[in-house]
């Protein structure tokens, strides 16, 4: 299957768009995963701290709405903000909520199943633009947004 990216810069023309976007993503992760963190700890007394109980499927379902709603947003979630990337679709546009969720629909499906996503990790690291599989499957791309603007 192949997929065209003429909307979006060419990786070997245009490398400073994709220049340290893995090593960019891995910190992004890492903010990321502390804010949704604190978010679900801000949640667990609206839960009557029932939440406790069931604290890793809070922590999926905060996580998976933070993305969706950052993502969509300005397509970057505050942790890709801070490092400066953000995610476009196959056409050089910010993502919407369709694409925002169905993104954030395969990261969180990657990060449940191990091989997936060392696979997605893999990819990142191996092809041109830097994409994951979440990425290729949908047509998308990280990019610097230092370079964009």
């Known amino acids: 299957m192949t997929q065209t990216y003429t909307a979006l810069p060419d990786p070997e023309m245009q490398s ?5 976007v893995p090593s960019k993503r891995l910190i992004a992760w890492g903010i ?3 804010v949704v963190l604190l978010l679900s700890i801000l949640v667990l007394p609206f839960t009557a701290f029932t939440g406790l109980i069931f604290f890793s499927f809070l922590l999926l379902c905060v996580g998976f709405i933070y993305r969706v709603w950052t993502i969509s947003s300005r397509s970057a979630t505050w942790g890709m903000r801070l490092m400066a990337i953000e995610f476009r679709d196959r056409d050089g546009q ?13 990261y969180t499906i990657s990060i449940g199943m191990p091989l997936v996503q060392l696979l997605s990790i ?3 690291l191996a092809t ?3 994409q994951g599989l979440t990425d290729h499957i949908l047509g998308t791309v990280a990019i610097n947004r230092r370079a964009a603007d």
């Not at 910010?94 to 395969?106: C, K, N, S, V, W």
């Open 32 to 34: 990321d995963l502390i």
């Open 94 to 106: 910010r993502f919407e909520f369709g694409t925002a969720f169905l993104h954030t629909l395969g």
């Open 16 to 20: 400073e768009f994709y220049a340290d």
């Open 122 to 124: 893999v990819l990142m």
């Open 128 to 130: 041109a633009r830097r």
